[in-house]
């Protein structure tokens, strides 16, 4: 079977609307997450990002990358905006309690990123991304 330039431009005029919608959801909910994070965290990113603190970097960083994962997942695998709204929402408490019982298990993690630790940062950062890769095969199914 032929595919006709037409019958392209006709796939992309119907899919299009639905990834932006789907794409958009995602990235609301990814900001959203970014903001609950950095509200439920012992430190100020920004602030300590501004000040030059690379550990402060690496944590933000891999908090977003964690909370993006599995995100990506549920938007790969979910054909309905509610769908990617729902598990999108699921990812991002796991992944924000994650961070809670990481938090909790490194004694003195404010103290060391607020220093510059770039160690205590990689260890919150490759937990963070460890559970999302996790959460993200797991919402994959």
Do not use: C
């Amino acid at each position: 079977m032929q595919v006709t330039f037409d019958q392209i431009l006709a796939t992309l005029g119907s899919g299009v609307p639905v990834l932006l919608a789907q794409l958009g959801a995602t990235i609301i909910l990814l900001g959203i997450g970014v903001l609950v994070y950095q509200a439920i965290t012992p430190f100020h990113e920004k602030r300590l990002i501004a000040q030059g603190n690379v550990a402060a970097g690496i944590v933000l960083s891999g908090s977003v990358l964690a909370l993006a994962i599995p995100l990506a997942a549920t938007l790969a695998t979910s054909s309905l905006l509610v769908d990617i709204i729902v598990w999108g929402v699921v990812a991002l408490v796991i992944q924000l309690l994650t961070f809670v019982v990481v938090a909790l298990m490194f004694r003195g993690l404010k103290a060391g990123v607020e220093a510059g630790n770039v160690a205590a940062a990689l260890g919150l950062a490759s937990a963070q991304v460890a559970v999302a890769l996790l959460n993200a095969g797991a919402m994959a199914g």
